[in-house]
T-cell receptor
Framework: QKEVEQDPGPLSVPEGAIVSLNCTYSNSAFQYFMWYRQYSRKGPELLMY????GNKEDGRFTAQVDKSSKYISLFIRDSQPSDSATYLC????????????FGKGTRLSVIA | EPEVTQTPSHQVTQMGQEVILRCVPI?????FYWYRQILGQKVEFLVSFYNNEISEKSEIFDDQFSVERPDGSNFTLKIRSTKLEDSAMYFCASRTDRGSYNEQFFGPGTRLTVL
């Protein structure tokens, strides 16, 4: 079983739609869960991170973590064409010097 | 706003040649990383570096790879004898050493093409 699984899409939605992006993982040692956004030919940029289970909201973005199901989600409300990008989930075991483990990324297109 | 920079943006090389990819991390950061992303694949960890030595490395980071912080500002990744399968985007990242979780800031990447 792969450590982090993410549906690569592509996902195409109309402007204003609610977008749901998801990842599953197998390693119960993961404690920090991140969502990165990557525009074409750019490096990943951190959108949000969550420690352990629960929800976190930042503007139009909400991150959810369900550690019992090993499932994380990112919701984007009122999606905009500028949200068109690849969204990568990433996880790490602790806050120390440990590497990020990424999902494959979901390519999102928001159509005006 | 401070950012991680990488040069070159695109490097084309012949199989068997040595390449050096360069990164300038954010100036007060202490941890440095190299990741790579083969086209259509996941971003994969290669190596982490702290206090002038390798902290952790993945299975990908074999004897053909080496890292160096030659002058206190640059952080380099050297591939001694490139293979076709080394073709990928290579991302440098850095982070501080403060508080709890610290964000890894990524550079824009170097696209390496091995012919």
């Amino acid at each position: 079983q792969k450590e982090v699984e993410q549906d690569p899409g592509p996902l195409s939605v109309p402007e204003g739609a609610i977008v749901s992006l998801n990842c599953t993982y197998s390693n119960s040692a993961f404690q920090y869960f991140m969502w990165y956004r990557q525009y074409s030919r750019k490096g990943p940029e951190l959108l949000m991170y969550t420690y352990s289970s629960g929800n976190k909201e930042d503007g139009r973005f909400t991150a959810q973590v369900d550690k019992s199901s090993k499932y994380i989600s990112l919701f984007i409300r009122d999606s905009q064409p500028s949200d068109s990008a690849t969204y990568l989930c990433a996880m790490v075991r602790d806050s120390g010097n440990t590497p990020l483990v990424f999902g494959k990324g979901t390519r999102l297109s928001v159509i005006a | 706003e401070p950012e991680v920079t990488q040069t070159p943006s695109h490097q084309v090389t012949q199989m068997g040649q040595e390449v050096i990819l360069r990164c300038v991390p954010i100036s007060n950061h202490l941890y440095f990383y190299w990741y790579r992303q083969i086209l259509g694949q996941k971003v994969e960890f290669l190596v982490s570096f702290y206090n002038n030595e390798i902290s952790e490395k993945s299975e990908i980071f074999d004897d053909q790879f080496s890292v160096e912080r030659p002058d206190g500002s640059n952080f380099t990744l050297k591939i001694r004898s490139t293979k076709l399968e080394d073709s990928a985007m290579y991302f440098c990242a850095s982070r501080t050493d403060r508080g709890s979780y610290n964000e890894q800031f990524f550079g824009p990447g170097t696209r390496l093409t091995v012919l």
